[in-house]
């Protein structure tokens, strides 16, 4: 049986990183990170956004940035022309 990962790649997920910072409770002048991190579809985000929902919802940590970065594992090859050739030995 295939991976998990890998047949959610084929299926058009991607691996994404989400950076959240957030207030600690107690002292909100403090700022906490946590990292997040799946297979999630781009643009859109569902899972990401159903996480954030299930935040605000039941933590006390008050949210304040969240960086997302995205990448495609699984992507078409590049292709580039050589314009020479260098041979060693």
């Known amino acids: 049986m295939a991976d998990r990962s890998f047949l959610a790649q084929l299926q ?3 691996l994404t990183t989400a ?3 957030y207030r600690l409770p ?3 002048s403090v ?9 999630d579809v781009h643009p859109r985000f569902p899972k990401l956004t159903e996480f954030l ?3 605000e919802a039941n933590l006390d940590g008050k949210l304040y940035h969240v960086r997302v970065a995205s ?3 699984l992507a078409p090859a590049e292709l580039k022309r050589v314009d020479g050739e260098f041979k060693l030995h």
């Open 12 to 14: 058009g997920f991607s």
């Open 19 to 21: 950076e959240i910072l």
């Open 26 to 28: 107690d002292y909100p």
């Open 31 to 39: 700022l906490q990170t946590y990292l997040w991190q799946d297979y």
């Open 53 to 55: 929902s299930f935040w």
């Open 71 to 73: 990448r495609a594992l």
